[in-house]
Antibody, heavy 121, light 106 residues
Framework: QLQLQESGSGLVKPSQTLSLTCAVS??????????WSWIRQPPGKGLEWIGY???????YYNPSLKSRITISLDKSKNQFSLKLTSVTAADTAVYYC?????????????WGQGTMVTVSS | DIQLTQSPSSLSASVGDRVTITCQAS??????LNWYQQKPGKAPKLLIY???NLQTGVPSRFSGSGSGTDFTFTISSLQPEDIGTYYC????????FGQGTKVEIK
C-alpha cells in the first residue's frame, strides 16, 4: 500500500524559503504512469494545486506561483521536495503531497496527511 | 486557467435524501473531471474520475455525470458519514479545483 508522508518546517518567517519533503513508501517514485504533486489549502479555504514532477524530472507549475516554486526528486531516497521562496502570510496553509495517476483520470489518487505551515515573524 | 464553479457552496439535507452538486467549467473539458470528498481535518479522497467512473472501494451511492462544461455529482441516499466538503477538479489543462461544496446533515 503506497503511503506519502510530508515533513519540513512548520513555521517560516516572511521573505524566507519554505521547504517540504514528501517521503514515499510502499512503491517507487520512478514507476511509469505517475507524477508527484504538491497541493495546498489555506485555513478555511479550498484546494490549490502547486505543481507536479514526473520521474523524468519534468515539472509543471501553477502559473500564479511559478516564479517562486521548485519541485525536485530524490530517487535514491524515494522522495520529492517543494521549495517556495519569498513567502508571505498568504502562503500559510496545509500543504499536501499527492500522487497523480495517469490511470484514473489524471487524478490525485493517494494523498499524504498534510502538514501545516505558518508564515509569521 | 480553466475555472470551475461549484454550486451550491453549502447544503443541508436529511439522511436518505438525494444530494446533487454541480460543477461548471469555464471552457469545454470533455470528461476530464474528478470529484473528491474531504472530511474535516483530513486529506481529500478521490471518489469519481473521468466524470463518471467510481474509484475502487467507493460506495455505489456516489455517482457523477456530464461532459463539456457541465457536470453533476450525486449522492443517491445521504449517509451520516458523508458529511464533509466535496471538490471537483479538472485536468483539461493544468489542474484546478472548484471552490468546494460543504455538505451537512439536517
Amino acid at each position: 500500500q503506497l503511503q506519502l508522508q510530508e515533513s519540513g518546517s512548520g513555521l517560516v518567517k516572511p521573505s524566507q524559503t519554505l521547504s517540504l519533503t514528501c517521503a514515499v513508501s510502499g512503491g517507487s517514485i520512478t514507476t511509469t504512469g505517475y507524477s508527484w504533486s504538491w497541493i495546498r489549502q489555506p485555513p478555511g479555504k479550498g484546494l490549490e494545486w502547486i505543481g507536479y514532477i514526473y520521474h523524468s524530472g519534468s515539472t509543471y507549475y501553477n502559473p500564479s506561483l511559478k516564479s517562486r516554486i521548485t519541485i525536485s526528486l530524490d530517487k535514491s531516497k524515494n522522495q520529492f521536495s517543494l521549495k517556495l521562496t519569498s513567502v508571505t502570510a498568504a502562503d500559510t496553509a496545509v500543504y499536501y503531497c499527492a500522487r497523480r495517476t495517469s490511470y484514473s483520470g489524471r487524478s490525485f489518487d493517494i494523498w499524504g496527511q498534510g502538514t501545516m505551515v505558518t508564515v509569521s515573524s | 486557467d480553466i475555472q470551475l464553479t461549484q454550486s451550491p457552496s453549502s447544503l443541508s439535507a436529511s439522511v436518505g435524501d438525494r444530494v446533487t452538486i454541480t460543477c461548471q467549467a469555464s471552457q469545454g473539458i470533455a470528461n476530464f473531471l474528478n470529484w473528491y470528498q474531504q472530511k474535516p481535518g483530513k486529506a481529500p479522497k478521490l471518489l469519481i474520475y473521468d466524470a463518471s467512473n467510481l474509484q475502487t472501494g467507493v460506495p455505489s451511492r456516489f455517482s457523477g455525470s456530464g461532459s463539456g462544461t457541465d457536470f453533476t455529482f450525486t449522492i443517491s441516499s445521504l449517509q451520516p458519514e458523508d458529511i464533509g466538503t466535496y471538490y471537483c477538479q479538472q485536468y483539461g489543462n493544468l489542474p484546478t479545483f472548484g471552490q468546494g461544496t460543504k455538505v451537512e446533515i439536517k
